[in-house]
């Protein structure tokens, strides 16, 4: 007999193979847009692509040398083709540690988990922090992988709004009004995608006394980090906090203009060791289903982290502000949209605002 529970096997007359419920509430919007788009393009029109945030499409915005340098170095050396610990080899972990620490911030190689870009470093997150159930709150408008990620689990996502008003802040209101028995982490993108915003210190704070207030900890998707323009200051979550847990997403794809290399980290900042009871042994556990970053760019990371030049880094985003600039002029010439730098936006009489919990912020009636 089988254990109670446990359906009798039973032959079956014709195939009913079924795809499982992970799978079936798994949907991220963009690629399913972008994916499945077939566009005919206007003849005598170039087409140019805004729908996802890959620096590569154009060839405009190429790695530097030292970035290179670094995996060619790591393929001649031979020794990165085997398996890595599933947190990252210690060298490279110590790498991204030196790479942020700063005098307030002290991070240890044992604070870094290397992922498969900072997507799954966020996976990873969402996963060791909520169980079916219960709940994460994320930005609207934001990065639809938030959802994405929690929705194969079971997990809810509950939306707070951003401020077009203000710069796209938090509307800190809506967001503790949100928090429930079953909230277990806020997520916090800064800068933020897709509105480009970069927080000050007193809303960092903010956001910090309410997580703080709740016990709650906070997932930082910072893949943006210091990837700001003249006159922002970018401040990392972690360097803010005295007591709340921070588990900062990070990675390479942006600054370094690789996302297909798929390398990116999470950084633990626990001062006062709460996620040592349980959620750095899940951390750990999750990266053994061995879904993490591959080695080789493992293996060049130290090179690519401690050579890559600075100015690199100021001259792409010399680059990506100049051609922002463009693009806000070209878009105040067509006729009936209304663009703005941080700010609510508009298309004839009609606001873009906070609209789902994904990027789409349209909110026209299309007569
Ligand atoms: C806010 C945000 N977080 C995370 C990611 C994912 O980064 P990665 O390509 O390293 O997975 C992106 C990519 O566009 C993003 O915009």
């Not at 509430?25 to 963009?30: D, E, K, L």
């Amino acid at each position: 007999m089988p254990p109670v529970g446990v359906p009798l096997v039973i032959e079956k007359k014709k195939w009913a193979v079924r795809a499982s419920e992970f799978a079936k509430s798994t949907f991220n919007p963009i690629r399913f847009i972008v994916d499945s788009m077939k566009m005919e393009q206007h003849p005598d029109k170039y087409m140019i692509s805004l729908s996802i945030g890959d620096p590569t499409i154009f060839g405009n915005l190429k790695p530097h040398n030292a970035t290179i340098e670094a995996v060619h170095n790591a393929l001649d050396k031979m020794t990165f083709n085997g398996y890595a610990p599933t947190v990252g080899y210690f060298e490279a972990r110590s790498a991204v540690a030196e790479f942020y620490t700063t005098p307030e911030t002290i991070i240890s190689p044992n604070d870094v988990i290397l992922s498969s870009g900072c997507t799954h470093a966020l996976d990873l997150c969402i996963s060791a922090l909520a169980s079916r159930g219960q709940n994460i709150l994320m930005p609207r408008p934001g990065f639809c992988m938030y959802r994405t990620l929690a929705r194969g689990h079971g997990i809810h996502s509950k939306f707070y709004n951003l401020k077009p008003e203000a710069s796209w802040e938090i509307d800190l209101a809506h967001l503790e009004s949100l928090i429930d028995g079953n909230t277990v982490a806020i997520i916090v993108n800064n800068p933020n995608n897709p509105c480009g915003s970069v927080y000050s210190k007193e809303h960092l704070l903010g956001i910090l006394q309410i997580a703080s207030r709740y016990c709650l900890p906070i997932i930082a998707d910072e893949i943006y980090d210091f990837f700001i323009f003249k006159g922002e200051e970018f401040h990392p979550m972690a360097s803010l906090s005295k007591n709340v847990p921070i588990l900062t997403c990070g990675g390479i794809a942006k600054r370094f203009l690789v996302p297909g290399w798929r390398m990116g980290w999470v950084l633990i900042h626990d001062r006062n060791n709460v996620l040592n009871v349980e959620v750095r042994g899940a951390l750990n556990a999750l990266t053994q289903r061995i879904m993490g970053s591959n080695t080789l760019v493992q293996g060049a990371l130290p090179d690519m982290l401690r050579n890559t030049p600075k100015s690199f880094f100021a001259e792409t985003i010399a680059t990506v502000q100049t051609n922002a600039e463009i693009a806000f002029e070209k878009l105040q010439q067509c006729p009936g949209l209304f663009p703005g730098i941080h700010q609510e936006l508009r298309i004839g009489s009609h606001l873009l605002k906070p609209y789902c919990g994904d990027c789409a912020i349209l909110d026209i009636p299309w007569e």
